[in-house]
């Protein structure tokens, strides 16, 4: 599985030769400029919630490369809505698709879309491909964490870490031990003033516990 970081809380899977997009929000990301939306590949896309620093691509990347939705089933109706094609999911429910399974989790957080309307329930996704990874979303640290390695043994778990709308660095290291997994990466920090990180400080509070947290540099990709 190869992983490239397109900014905020955006991800580009790539698994066995599937391409499979996360939460698409670059056009709108002053740090993203140098992305190039019209090249990014895409035969899934994953939506953890509706807020628009989540979602503000994806239709037309939809639109373009005939990217099939999967995120809960008020967002996967939404597009159906826009002619796009999905595959809806809720909570605790697992699904086989061509590139792996995949398990829509809990996350702590909100989801409207940005008119106001109703985005369902946020959540999370495990993957379990040729790696096993954890995508949380947007989230606070929650007790539901400690479901996962009951079920998983991670290979990489993805957290936000920017504070403020989501968990910061202490609680992602908290969540690192609910998980059982020592490889983290970061995301959804630095995009705007609210969630600027100092990296060195987040990188040493891991390697303290003897973790280790990875932060990719915008367009940069994560083998596993
Ligand atoms: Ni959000
Ligand atoms: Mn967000």
Redesign the pocket.
Known sequence: MKITYFG??CLGLEINGINVLV?P?ITANEKAKHIDINSIKADYILLT?A?Q??ILDAEQIAKRTGAKIISNYEIVTHYNNLGIDGHPMNHGGTWTFDFGKVKYVNAI?TSSFPDGSYGGQPGGFVIEADKTIYIAG?TALTYDMKLIPMAFKLDLAIL?IGDN??MGINDALIASDFIECNAIMGY?YDTFGYIEINHNEAKNTFAKASKTLTLLDIGNTLEL
Do not use: L, S, V
């Open positions: 905020h809380a939460d929000f919630h807020h620093d989540h957080h947007d936000p709308f989501t959804h």
